[in-house]
């Protein structure tokens, strides 16, 4: 007699009967999930890909698209190292290291026999480095993947919002060629509803839900959970993060089952603190699930601090009216959130929660202030490419004078003109005294109307989840790989600290081609 486990923790009798039989079944449908596939496959194994959501793609296909790669598996691990603050196992580390080197010639393979797809030579894909100066850092480098002429990315993903220049969507029509090449068996609309395994706890598949009822899946090999992490599931974001309320900016797919079904099973878990993410608007409609990013910048090394040359034409104030940090740090959509978490624990407040964002009508008039990352098949949005429409929606609001725009965010005027002037005195110095903002990012507020948008810490993806080993077993709490259950992706990702750009595509695909072949190369039970 075996127990089914559901996403709740809920366990159930079960007569060991299933209605399909498979090798591997490898949970979510993003990159991870897809590399997992393809691996699984190509060692031999018969493969399941599910996904719960009604299109494929998860969070991957709303990224960039740049796998990050290295050049020496040396430094590469070194500056992991750093910047995970021993937070991660050195095995776990140096599996991602060297698989950061492997990385590029495993795009070219993916890319072999997809009609007019290459590898990407743009400026962004040829920037060296990491985010940060330590140890190592200059290994790092881009790869991405160039569509051929002709391709209609609307055609093929109508329900993605991204930027036209994102390399998201070009990867996963590669990816996707390839599942489809090698005639695995996709199944979308088909959440998992929970795991089935022995009474010793060995994994032997799922339970599968739908439209037609629960359909009990054999795994004869391994189950592979690669299906993200947690960003829309309120319950737990209020669990494990100081901030409230923190909005979500692209999946409402990511609800955490992945996390529940593995902790049913006695998974540790690790990392549940740490998440990529930025400041961003709020929709006016309270049931659009999506935060509306912040236009991204480009990112900035502070051993490069004179290379961040784009102009920021905002600053962001607190609710007193007061500036607080640097609004552009090295890599502003991963940590420019941090700042706002900050509780007031005489009051049991949070100060910063939501922030102002203030510009004015020169800043609004250089670009959008928005950047949208979702793949919906039934919310989307489109910023307008001059605000006007986030105007009419509220989204963004005008004022005339200092004082009225002070009266609109219910600040004392003369805060917020003693903040305005201060920071334009900044702006004629040439140097962020306060912040220590980049000099190139510096722009003055002075040019009426100004305006203005409530601002809120947004997650855009999640680092926390099952504690994995160098073979991405799932571990218990007592450091034992639950049997023929692995993880991939950013379930329980590697980056326990301070995240690198590019990173968790990178994770995507090393830790689904260890996953893959580990699963395939397992004995059937």
Request: aromatic share 10%.
């Amino acid at each position: 007699m075996a127990e089914v486990f559901s996403s709740d923790g809920t366990a159930h009798l079960d007569d060991g009967a299933f209605d399909d039989t498979y090798d591997v079944v490898v949970v979510g449908y993003g990159f991870a999930g897809a590399v997992t596939a393809i691996e699984a496959a190509d060692h031999g194994a018969r493969v399941l890909l599910v996904e719960k959501m009604p299109d494929a793609g998860g969070l991957s296909i709303c990224s960039g698209g740049a796998v990050r790669c290295a050049d020496d598996a040396d430094d590469a691990f070194e500056y992991l190292k750093a910047t995970n603050a021993g937070a991660t196992p050195d095995d776990v580390l140096r599996v991602l290291a060297e698989g950061m080197v492997e990385a590029e010639d495993y795009v070219k393979r993916l890319i072999q026999g997809v009609d007019g797809a290459s590898l990407k030579a743009t400026e962004f894909a040829g920037k060296r480095g990491g985010n940060y100066p330590f140890p190592g850092w200059e290994t790092f480098y881009h790869t991405q993947v160039e569509v051929p002429d002709g391709f209609d990315r609307l055609e093929h993903f109508p329900n993605v919002r991204t930027r036209p220049s994102s390399g998201g969507p070009g990867m996963f029509w590669v990816l996707n060629s390839n599942i489809e090449r090698r005639g695995i068996d996709v199944r979308v609309n088909t959440p998992v509803a929970g795991l089935i395994r022995s009474s010793d706890n060995e994994v032997r598949g799922v339970v599968l839900g739908g439209s037609s009822g629960d359909r009990r899946v054999s795994a004869r090999r391994a189950v592979v959970l690669a299906c993200g992490g947690f960003e829309f599931a309120p319950e737990m974001k209020a669990q494990y993060w100081e901030g409230k309320p923190v909005l979500t900016a692209s999946s409402r797919g990511n609800t955490g089952d992945g996390i529940r079904m593995a902790q049913a099973l006695g998974a540790d878990l690790w990392h549940m603190w740490h998440f990529h993410g930025c400041y961003a608007f709020r929709h006016p409609d309270p049931d659009f699930p999506f935060a509306l990013r912040v236009k991204r910048l480009p990112d900035w090394n502070p051993a490069k601090k004179d290379d961040a040359d784009v102009k920021m034409v905002w600053i962001v104030v607190d609710q007193l009216g007061k500036r607080y940090m640097n609004e552009c740090p090295p890599y502003a959509q991963d940590t420019s959130h941090r700042p706002m978490h900050f509780m007031d624990s005489e009051t049991m407040s949070y100060p910063r929660i939501p922030s102002y964002l203030i510009t004015d009508q020169a800043g609004a008039s250089t670009y959008q202030l928005g950047d949208i990352r979702t793949n919906d098949h039934e919310f989307a949005y489109d910023w307008s490419e001059d605000n006007s429409r986030e105007l009419q929606l509220g989204i963004l609001k005008q004022a005339l004078t200092v004082s009225d725009l002070a009266d609109q965010m219910g600040v004392d005027p003369d805060v917020l003109q003693d903040t305005i002037d201060r920071w334009n005195a900044l702006c004629d110095a040439g140097e962020d005294e306060d912040f220590s903002r980049p000099p190139g990012t510096m722009a003055k507020i002075e040019t009426p109307p100004y305006i203005f948008g409530q601002v809120w810490p947004t997650v855009s993806n999640t680092q926390g989840g099952p504690v994995h080993n160098a073979r991405q077993q799932i571990l218990n709490t007592a450091g034992k790989p639950i049997s023929r259950l692995y993880a991939a992706g950013e379930l329980g990702s590697s980056f326990g600290h301070l995240y690198l750009s590019g990173g968790n595509i990178a994770e995507c695909f090393v830790t689904g081609w260890v996953a893959g072949r580990e699963s395939a190369g397992l004995e059937p039970w």
